[in-house]
């Protein structure tokens, strides 16, 4: 059974860092894309992060050089290191994998990825 659990979610100030991680199981860890995406209610959900098989990564516009996407193998999580948060990023943040070869310089977008978390809330007061 494929599984993506997130945590580290929560409640922030704007300015504030926090760290979200999301355990994968139940896929090859090493042949799989992974990506993190933002929604919020009545919207499309956002492409934020990705990372590929090997550490090539890729950033919306809106969070490049504010967040970082990073993966632990031995661990089988992906990370997502965000800084400075603004109002603007609060979401339900969901990590979600795919074991299709993707080569953009933005992160893929939802329906790249076969497999989906059930997301962990944040929520950034200015």
């Known amino acids: 059974e494929v599984r993506l659990a997130e945590s580290g979610g929560g409640s922030v100030q704007a300015g504030d860092s926090l760290t979200l991680s999301c355990k994968v199981s139940g896929v090859d860890f090493y042949s799989v894309s992974l990506g993190w995406f933002r929604q919020v209610p009545g919207e499309e959900r956002v492409e934020v992060a990705s990372?590929?098989?090997?550490?090539?990564?890729s950033y919306a516009n809106s969070v490049r050089g504010r967040f970082t996407v990073s993966k632990d193998t031995r661990k089988r999580t992906v990370y997502l290191h965000m800084t400075d948060l603004r109002p603007e990023d609060t979401g339900l943040y969901s990590c979600a994998a795919s074991y299709s070869v993707y080569a953009g310089v933005t992160p893929p977008p939802a329906g790249f990825f076969e497999y989906w978390g059930q997301g962990t809330q944040v929520t950034v007061s200015s």
């Open positions: 990372i590929d098989l090997g550490t090539i990564t």
